[in-house]
């Protein structure tokens, strides 16, 4: 069973760093398009940032300078690192591998002024 699974998400002050981490199993490969999203109570799902098959990354301009999306393609592996945090970040941080369009269930990450 295709499965993707975040964690690293918690409770961070505004200005703190937090790294998620979204582990694939059941998948030969995760070399292809890959995203970050989040969802904050009341809003649409958005998407954060994302990597390409050949490593090429874009990232929302709320996020960018701040946020880097990486990927270890021998421990199917994504990552997301978050820095200079604001609250407004505040929301359900999920992967999503678009060939598959497949999504792991999310990890909350809040953070407090």
């Known amino acids: 069973q295709v499965q993707l699974v975040e964690s690293g998400g918690g409770l961070v002050q505004a200005g703190g760093s937090l790294r998620l981490s979204c582990a694939a199993s059941?998948?030969?490969?995760?070399?292809?398009?890959m995203d970050w999203y989040r969802q904050a109570p009341g809003k649409q799902r958005e998407m954060v940032a994302s990597i390409t098959s050949g490593g090429a990354t874009t990232y929302a301009d709320s996020v960018k300078g701040r946020f880097t999306i990486s990927r270890d393609n021998a421990k199917k592996m994504l990552y997301l690192e978050m820095n200079s945090l604001k609250p407004e970040d505040t929301a359900v941080y999920y992967c999503?591998?678009?060939?598959?369009?497949?999504w792991g269930k999310g990890t909350l990450v809040t953070v407090s002024s």
């Open positions: 059941g998948i030969i490969s995760i070399i292809n398009f």
């Open positions: 999503h591998l678009r060939i598959r369009d497949l």
